[in-house]
């Protein structure tokens, strides 16, 4: 353990050399990320430190134990001894889980995308309800709420609702939302009550800004129309709605939430920064999600990974085969619970990464 931690050492003060040199205080992306490793090692050179002292306290107590005559304090140096070994265990443990290579993106915040599967005008209502419910638990968490893009379903809730969330550590928590939400209840349309089965996508991205990001320009196609709402009717007759298109990607994001061009074409450079972005994102989550059975953080979109069932109140996370029965609690973003247990399925498996 002290070898890893003063090699851990010897890089957090190489770091700290680095970022004083000037040539890389211009280099702005470099700088920005040599400060964020600088920040991240600091708990763990703290507990270093602590970890060095407790060693070098257990060899003084034994040194005492070998040439010491004095009965009283040996006794003493026996009970220094036995006290600072468990705090060394303690200490070891916590230093063990502040090793796990952390997500450099946790703290980042986060585009959320939801739209609605299979279940017809169902799975539209379905996406409003997960929306409602996310909204719910980041105003519980006092996190801003930016919409970006929304089509409304024709009986209620959306096809689609695209909205950045911003706050502290904001994708390391929602991340855990990714991927296919089913609920199975009976819609107010059925006539014989029968069960129904419908389905939303959830995706949580990362949000990329211009130093994860270079976007050339010359790269993007901007095309601006009227904005239109349900049926293609004109909503407005300035051409305010933009849509962009990345030329070598082929990403395409259309804006036409808000009156103003300006602001569309800063909310679509935000939502195609990020999409470019996630493409190379997705190796790693591809990547990691082959070593992690829970499949937390992985990259595929199209896994259910929990289901909503009404008639019996329950809610259930299939990575962890977690079930609650608070249904009505847990679409009103009492989702803290799921989201903590996640967590803790995937630092397991991490740790393992790391003991291995």
């Given at each position: 353990?002290?070898?890893?931690?003063?090699?851990?050492?010897?890089?957090?003060?190489?770091?700290?050399?680095?970022?004083?040199?000037?040539?890389?205080?211009?280099?702005m992306?470099?700088?920005?990320?040599?400060s964020?490793?600088?920040?991240?090692?600091?708990?763990?050179?703290?507990?270093?430190?602590k970890?060095?002292?407790?060693?070098?306290?257990?060899?003084?107590?034994?040194?005492?134990?070998?040439?010491?005559?004095?009965?009283?304090?040996?006794?003493?140096?026996?009970?220094?001894?036995?006290?600072?070994?468990?705090?060394?265990?303690?200490?070891?443990?916590?230093?063990?889980?502040?090793?796990?290579?952390?997500?450099?993106?946790?703290?980042?915040?986060?585009?959320?995308e939801?739209r609605?599967?299979s279940?017809?005008?169902?799975?539209?209502?379905?996406?409003?309800?997960?929306?409602?419910?996310?909204?719910?638990?980041?105003?519980?968490?006092?996190?801003?709420?930016e919409?970006?893009?929304?089509?409304?379903?024709t009986?209620?809730?959306?096809?689609?609702?695209?909205?950045?969330?911003?706050?502290?550590?904001?994708?390391?928590?929602?991340?855990?939302?990714?991927?296919?939400?089913?609920?199975?209840?009976?819609?107010?349309?059925?006539?014989?009550?029968?069960?129904?089965?419908?389905?939303a996508?959830?995706?949580?991205?990362?949000?990329?800004?211009?130093?994860d990001?270079?976007?050339?320009?010359?790269?993007?196609?901007?095309?601006?129309?009227c904005?239109?709402?349900?049926?293609?009717?004109?909503?407005?007759?300035?051409?305010?709605?933009?849509?962009?298109?990345?030329?070598?990607?082929?990403i395409?994001?259309?804006?036409?939430?808000?009156?103003?061009?300006?602001?569309?074409?800063?909310?679509?450079?935000?939502?195609?920064?990020?999409?470019?972005?996630?493409?190379?994102?997705?190796?790693?989550?591809?990547?990691?999600?082959k070593?992690?059975?829970?499949m937390?953080?992985?990259?595929?979109?199209?896994?259910?990974?929990?289901?909503?069932?009404?008639?019996?109140?329950?809610?259930?996370?299939h990575?962890?085969?977690?079930?609650?029965?608070?249904?009505?609690?847990?679409?009103?973003?009492e989702i803290?619970?799921?989201?903590?247990?996640?967590?803790?399925?995937?630092?397991?498996?991490?740790?393992?990464?790391?003991?291995?």
């Amino acid at each position: 353990m002290l070898d890893k931690l003063s090699a851990i050492n010897d890089r957090y003060l190489g770091i700290a050399k680095q970022i004083n040199d000037p040539d890389v205080m211009q280099d702005m992306k470099a700088y920005i990320k040599l400060s964020k490793d600088y920040k991240e090692l600091q708990p763990i050179i703290e507990g270093y430190k602590k970890f060095k002292n407790i060693v070098e306290g257990i060899e003084a107590g034994r040194t005492i134990l070998e040439e010491e005559k004095d009965e009283e304090m040996r006794s003493f140096a026996r009970e220094e001894i036995e006290s600072l070994t468990e705090q060394r265990a303690k200490l070891e443990e916590e230093i063990r889980l502040m090793l796990i290579p952390s997500d450099p993106q946790d703290v980042k915040n986060a585009v959320v995308e939801i739209r609605a599967g299979s279940g017809g005008d169902e799975a539209s209502i379905f996406a409003g309800d997960l929306y409602r419910m996310y909204v719910r638990y980041c105003e519980r968490k006092n996190w801003k709420i930016e919409p970006v893009s929304m089509t409304e379903g024709t009986m209620g809730g959306f096809k689609e609702v695209i909205f950045e969330v911003k706050g502290d550590g904001v994708y390391g928590l929602l991340k855990y939302e990714s991927g296919v939400h089913r609920v199975q209840r009976v819609p107010d349309t059925e006539t014989q009550g029968r069960i129904h089965t419908s389905a939303a996508s959830v995706a949580i991205l990362p949000e990329a800004d211009e130093f994860d990001v270079d976007v050339k320009p010359s790269d993007i196609r901007k095309d601006t129309y009227c904005s239109s709402g349900p049926g293609g009717q004109s909503v407005n007759t300035t051409y305010s709605a933009v849509r962009l298109t990345h030329a070598p990607t082929g990403i395409v994001v259309a804006i036409q939430d808000e009156k103003s061009q300006m602001k569309n074409f800063e909310k679509a450079m935000t939502v195609l920064r990020t999409r470019i972005f996630e493409m190379e994102y997705q190796k790693y989550l591809d990547e990691i999600s082959k070593k992690r059975k829970t499949m937390v953080s992985s990259g595929d979109r199209s896994a259910k990974i929990r289901t909503y069932n009404y008639p019996q109140s329950r809610v259930t996370d299939h990575r962890i085969g977690l079930t609650m029965y608070n249904l009505p609690v847990f679409l009103d973003g009492e989702i803290q619970d799921f989201i903590d247990s996640l967590q803790l399925a995937e630092n397991a498996e991490r740790l393992k990464e790391v003991t291995e």
